[in-house]
C-alpha cells in the first residue's frame, strides 16, 4: 500500500472511530434525558389526608375543665388560713391537719392543670394538623390533574427520545461494522487498532516524519518513542510535585 492509500485508509478510520465515540455522547445523553422524564413519569399521586378524631370542641371543654380545677385549687388552699379565724367550726379540724390538706389538694390542682396544659397543647396540635389536612385535600384534585398531565408529557418525550436512540443505534452498528472490515484487513496491528495511534499515524504521514507504518523509520516505532517520553516526563513531573509539596 503507498503512502497515499495508507493516508486515504487511515483518514476513513479516524472519521468512523470519530463517529463511532460521537454516537456514544449522544446515547449517553438521551439515557440521562430519558431517566429525567422518568422520574417525572412515575411521579406518585398526592394521597388523602385523613383527619384525627380530636376536635376544637374538645379542646374547649378540656380548657374549661382544667380552668376549674386550677381555680378549685388555688381557692381551697387559701381557705384553710383565711377562714380559720372566721368561722368558729373550723376549729373542730385542727388547723396543721387543715394546713396539710389545703397542701395537698393545692398539689393535686397544680398537677391536673398541668395535665390539662398538656392535652391542650397536644389538642392544638391535632387541630392545626387537621386544617392542614383539610386544605391539603381540597388542593389534591388539582395537584394530582397536574401530575397525570406532567407524567403524560413525559412519557411521550420518553417516546420520543426512544426513537431517536433506535436510528443512533443503528448508526452506531452501521459504524462498527465498516471499522470490523477495515480492521480486519490487517493493515494496521491489532495493538493500535483505536482512535489514538490511528490518528497519531496519520499525523506522521500527512506531515511527512513517516511513510510507513513498519521498520525502524515507521509510524509503529515513532509512536512507541513519543508513548516512552511522554511516561518519561510524565513521571518526572509528578516526582517534581511530589519534592515540591
Given at each position: 500500500?503507498?503512502?497515499?492509500?495508507?493516508?486515504?485508509?487511515?483518514?476513513?478510520?479516524m472519521?468512523?472511530?470519530?463517529?463511532?465515540?460521537?454516537?456514544?455522547?449522544?446515547v449517553?445523553?438521551?439515557?440521562?434525558?430519558?431517566?429525567?422524564?422518568?422520574?417525572?413519569?412515575d411521579?406518585?399521586?398526592?394521597?388523602?389526608?385523613?383527619?384525627?378524631?380530636?376536635?376544637?370542641?374538645?379542646?374547649?371543654?378540656?380548657?374549661?375543665?382544667?380552668f376549674?380545677?386550677?381555680?378549685?385549687?388555688?381557692?381551697?388552699?387559701?381557705?384553710?388560713?383565711?377562714?380559720?379565724?372566721?368561722?368558729?367550726?373550723?376549729?373542730?379540724?385542727?388547723?396543721?391537719?387543715?394546713?396539710?390538706?389545703?397542701?395537698?389538694?393545692?398539689?393535686?390542682?397544680?398537677?391536673?392543670?398541668t395535665?390539662?396544659?398538656?392535652?391542650?397543647y397536644?389538642?392544638?396540635?391535632?387541630?392545626?394538623?387537621?386544617?392542614?389536612?383539610?386544605?391539603?385535600?381540597?388542593?389534591?384534585?388539582?395537584r394530582?390533574?397536574?401530575?397525570?398531565?406532567?407524567?403524560?408529557d413525559?412519557?411521550?418525550?420518553?417516546?420520543?427520545l426512544?426513537?431517536?436512540?433506535?436510528?443512533?443505534?443503528?448508526g452506531?452498528?452501521?459504524?462498527?461494522?465498516?471499522?470490523?472490515?477495515?480492521?480486519?484487513?490487517?493493515?494496521?496491528?491489532s495493538?493500535?487498532?483505536?482512535f489514538?495511534?490511528?490518528?497519531?499515524?496519520?499525523?506522521?504521514l500527512?506531515s511527512?516524519?513517516c511513510?510507513r507504518?513498519?521498520?525502524?523509520?515507521g509510524?509503529?516505532?515513532?509512536?512507541?518513542?513519543?508513548?516512552?517520553?511522554e511516561?518519561?516526563?510524565?513521571s518526572?513531573?509528578?516526582?517534581?510535585?511530589?519534592?515540591?509539596?
Open positions: 500500500m503507498t503512502k497515499d492509500e495508507l493516508r486515504v485508509y487511515l483518514a476513513e478510520i472519521k468512523l472511530e470519530t463517529e463511532r465515540y460521537e454516537i456514544s455522547l449522544a449517553s445523553q438521551l439515557e440521562k434525558e430519558k431517566n429525567t422524564y422518568r422520574q417525572i413519569a411521579k406518585p399521586a398526592c394521597e388523602e389526608l385523613r383527619e384525627k378524631r380530636w376536635t376544637k370542641g374538645l379542646w374547649k371543654e378540656i380548657w374549661k375543665s382544667s376549674v380545677a386550677g381555680l378549685a385549687g388555688v381557692m381551697t388552699g387559701f381557705a384553710g388560713e383565711v377562714f380559720m379565724d372566721y368561722l368558729p367550726w373550723l376549729t373542730v379540724i385542727r388547723k396543721p391537719l387543715m394546713a396539710e390538706i389545703s397542701i395537698a389538694w393545692g398539689f393535686l390542682s397544680f398537677f391536673l392543670l395535665f390539662a396544659v398538656m392535652i391542650l397536644a389538642c392544638e396540635k391535632i387541630y392545626v394538623y387537621n386544617k392542614a389536612a383539610r386544605r391539603h385535600n381540597q388542593e389534591r384534585e388539582g394530582n390533574k397536574m401530575i397525570l398531565e406532567e407524567s403524560w413525559a412519557r411521550k418525550q420518553i417516546r420520543l426512544d426513537g431517536e436512540m433506535t436510528q443512533l443505534l443503528e452506531y452498528r452501521k459504524t462498527e461494522r465498516r471499522l470490523g472490515e477495515l480492521y480486519s484487513r490487517n493493515i494496521i496491528y495493538k493500535y487498532q483505536t489514538a495511534p490511528v490518528s497519531r499515524f496519520y499525523e506522521y500527512s511527512g516524519r511513510s507504518l513498519e521498520g525502524y523509520g509510524a509503529y516505532n515513532l509512536y512507541e518513542k513519543e508513548l516512552l517520553a511516561s518519561i516526563r510524565n518526572l513531573e509528578h516526582v517534581y510535585e511530589e519534592e515540591k509539596d
